[in-house]
C-alpha cells in the first residue's frame, strides 16, 4: 500500500528531563517512544509519528500541537509517569508520588486538540489515567493504600508478566468487541488507578476482585468523537499467550481513524475539565 494511503497515527512521547549527570545527552531533555507500541500499530500497516513538545527552553519556530491534530488521522496516549496529582487538584501524598507535571501539561493539551479536532485518541495505561484527568475525572495517588481490598496491580520484579482478571461490563462497545468473552487476563503495570470517573465517560472493564476500571470510552452521542483507554498494555500482549488477544482493539480504533479521516471533523466532546484549561494557559504563559 502507497504510503498517502496509509494511516498516520500520532504517538505522545515519553520524557526523560535534563540530566547534568548523564553521560549521553548531558543536561538535555530527551522525548522518546517505547518501541513496542509504535510496532503494535504499524503491525496493522499505520505510519507512526512521535508528536514531540513544541515547548521548552529550546523551542523555536510556531508549529503547534493544533497542526499536528489537523495533519494526523489519531494519536495514542503512551504510558510512563505518574499523572501529577495537582492536575486533578490534589497534594502529592508521598514525594515519589509527585509525578511529572511537565509532561501532564504537554499530554493534557495533545488531548485537547485532537479532541477539538474531533480525531480518534486512545490512550494506554498513563493515558487512561490522563485522559480521565482531562475530562474532570481524579484518580487514586496509589490503590495498594488508598483503595481497600485492591488487588496488586504492579509488580516491578515480574513488570509485564504481572496479570489479573477483568470483568468486562456486558453492553458496552468493548462486549462487542469480544462476544462470549465476559472474562479475560491482562497485564497489569500500574500503581494508580481511577477514583472518579470522567462525565461523559463509561467503563468497559473492571479489575476483578477489586473492581478498579480497566477501560473507559466517551459514551457514544451525535457529533462526539472516539475516545477509549485501557489501564493495561495491549501492545505488550504476546501472540498464543492466555492473555486478551489485542487485535480487536488496534483494529477498532484505526476503524475509526479511518473512518474519521473520510468524513469532516467532527467537533470534540467538549471543554476539557476547567482545571486542566487552566493548567494549559499556564503552560503557554510560560511559553511566551
Known amino acids: 500500500m502507497p504510503a498517502s494511503r496509509r494511516l498516520k497515527i500520532g504517538l505522545s512521547a515519553c520524557f526523560q528531563h535534563a540530566d547534568p549527570t548523564r553521560p549521553l545527552f548531558t543536561g538535555k531533555t530527551l522525548q522518546y517512544v517505547e518501541q513496542s507500541i509504535a510496532h503494535w500499530l ?70 485537547k486538540a485532537f479532541a477539538q479536532a474531533g480525531k480518534p485518541i486512545f490512550g494506554v495505561c498513563r493515558g487512561l489515567q490522563l485522559i480521565n484527568v482531562a475530562f474532570g475525572g481524579a484518580l487514586y495517588q496509589d490503590l495498594q493504600t488508598q483503595h481497600p481490598g485492591a488487588l496488586q496491580h504492579r509488580n516491578a520484579t515480574t513488570y509485564d508478566q504481572h496479570f489479573h482478571g477483568i470483568h468486562i461490563v456486558p453492553g458496552t462497545h468493548l462486549a462487542q468487541l469480544y462476544p462470549g ?98 493548567l494549559l494557559r499556564q503552560a503557554l504563559r510560560r511559553r511566551h
Open 42 to 111: 504499524m503491525s496493522a500497516g499505520a505510519m507512526v509519528v512521535m508528536v514531540p513538545c513544541p515547548t521548552g527552553e529550546t523551542a523555536r519556530g510556531d508549529v503547534t500541537l493544533d497542526h499536528y491534530a489537523e495533519w494526523l488521522d489519531g494519536i495514542v496516549m503512551h504510558g510512563g509517569a505518574d499523572v501529577w496529582p495537582g492536575s486533578y487538584g490534589e497534594e502529592p501524598l508521598r514525594e515519589e508520588w509527585v509525578g511529572d507535571r511537565v509532561r501532564d501539561l504537554y499530554d493534557l493539551a495533545l488531548v
Open 181 to 278: 468473552k465476559p472474562r479475560a487476563r491482562v497485564n497489569s503495570i500500574h500503581h494508580q488507578g481511577i477514583k472518579r470517573m470522567a462525565p461523559d465517560f463509561v467503563v468497559e472493564a473492571l479489575s476483578e476482585p477489586d473492581g478498579v476500571p480497566e477501560a473507559i470510552r466517551l459514551q457514544a452521542a451525535p457529533g462526539r468523537g472516539y475516545i477509549a483507554a485501557t489501564q493495561w498494555h495491549p501492545e505488550f500482549h504476546q501472540i498464543g499467550s492466555e492473555t486478551l488477544d489485542d487485535t480487536a482493539i488496534l483494529n477498532d480504533f484505526l476503524a475509526a481513524c479511518s473512518a474519521s479521516k473520510m468524513r469532516p471533523a467532527a467537533p470534540g466532546p467538549g471543554p476539557l475539565h476547567l482545571r486542566a484549561a487552566r
